[in-house]
């Protein structure tokens, strides 16, 4: 009777781990943020430093059965000036992505190419009381399809530009346009993180899987002595 009882609750705790979730993080430097020269000029990026607001320290997602949640976080605060604008994207391949996009106390969430049809004009986005982290869920989707995290805050130096002199910073830096798939010739100090995010592959954490096996050892133990 106890050892059916267990292996009912061990079958549980398996179920539920497996059904939770998968955390994809990266996390980014701070003082990493870089300049955009514009279309026209010669030296399009350069490493520009700190800049307020701006300056992305971590992005990640976690999915459910049916739920992705994105996150982005920024050393001071996310800001409502309307010169800067944050971009959440998780994609199975370039054209195909979802995308979470906040302005101004404002946001858009969209499905694309392949995943076309997802629209939410008026996303129930959060705020975290430090108000360091914006976040978003989308709702309802295939989560069995691989994604991968894409991530960036912008300031415009002119506003109502959209290719034009700005300030970007990008997690994972991997997906930068001027990442050099490399570190030190950056002209500095990014890719300080060790090995943390270097080469830029989200790491899916299996939290879950080392739960379930975690139970099933303590279940083990448990029946033997
Ligand atoms: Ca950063």
């Known amino acids: 009777m106890i050892v059916r009882k267990s292996w009912s609750i061990l079958f549980i705790v398996i179920l539920l781990a497996l059904s939770t979730v998968l955390v994809s993080a990266d996390s ?12 026209d000029a010669d ?49 199975t391949n370039p054209t195909s992505f979802y995308d979470f996009n906040y302005n101004e106390e404002s946001g858009i969430a969209t499905g694309n190419g392949d995943l076309a049809g997802y629209v939410d004009t008026n996303p129930d986005y959060t705020i975290s009381d430090d108000g360091k982290t914006l976040s ?7 989560t069995s399809l691989s ?36 570190s030190g010739n950056d002209n500095g100090n990014d890719n300080n993180g060790g090995g943390n995010g ?12 080392f739960v379930a096996l975690a139970a099933i050892f303590l279940f083990t133990l448990k029946r033997k002595y």
């Open 28 to 39: 980014d430097p701070s003082g990493d943020v870089y300049y955009f020269n514009g279309p």
């Open 43 to 91: 030296v399009l990026w350069e490493l520009y430093g700190d800049r307020e607001y701006i300056d992305v320290t971590d992005a990640s997602f976690t999915t459910t059965a049916s739920d992705i949640t994105v996150s982005l976080t920024v050393k001071d605060s996310i800001s409502n000036d309307q010169k800067i604008k944050y971009y959440i994207r998780v994609y």
């Open 136 to 142: 978003y869920t989308f709702t309802d989707l295939d």
């Open 147 to 182: 994604y991968t995290m894409k991530a960036y805050a912008v300031e415009f130096v002119t506003y109502g530009a959209t290719y034009d002199d700005a300030w970007y910073d990008y997690a994972p830096e991997s997906e930068a346009p001027y990442y050099s798939g490399g």
């Open 198 to 209: 270097q080469g830029g592959t989200p790491g899916f954490e299996m939290v879950t899987v």
